[in-house]
């Protein structure tokens, strides 16, 4: 009669697993998680796929609005115009666009630009939108003198 039973460990050291099957724990420890992790910057063990099938892969991308969604801060209605500077005979708004929504006024408005609606309610009313002049670039003359 047997007094001590072998050690069912003992039995399985030595062999090529150790009783774990092929995929050491057959988990997803070793091979960095589910799905595409460990994908990152270092995983030579996924590279050649992910360099075939998702080029784009490596390397910086962000989310960015699209151009609708951004806000112009620096545009203003004849209206919004009126109700913030309407007594004032001369208005000083070079840092804006302004905009033909609402009615014109009797008021000289200095603006960066402004749209054909603004001006010609601004001038029909008895009013004037100024704009800065653009400046062309100077031409430069070059004379060849021939033989």
Not at 26 to 46: F, V
């Amino acid at each position: 009669m047997k007094l001590k039973k072998r050690n069912k460990r003992s039995r399985i050291r030595g062999t090529r697993t150790c009783g774990w099957a092929m995929k050491k724990h057959k988990g997803s420890g070793n091979r960095g998680g589910k799905g595409m992790a460990g994908t990152g910057k270092r995983a030579d063990q996924r590279k050649t796929f992910v360099l075939a099938k998702l080029y784009p892969y490596f390397g910086r991308r962000g989310f960015t609005s699209r151009p609708t969604a951004k806000k112009i801060s620096n545009v203003m209605n004849l209206q919004e115009v009126w109700e913030k500077y309407g007594k004032e005979k001369e208005i000083k708004l070079e840092k804006y666009k302004i905009l033909g929504e609402g009615e014109g006024f009797k008021a000289t408005i200095y603006a960066q630009s402004a749209s054909k609606s603004a001006v010609e309610k601004m001038e029909k009313a008895g009013g004037k939108i100024l704009l800065p002049e653009k400046k062309m670039p100077k031409k430069i003359e070059v004379k060849v003198e021939t033989k």
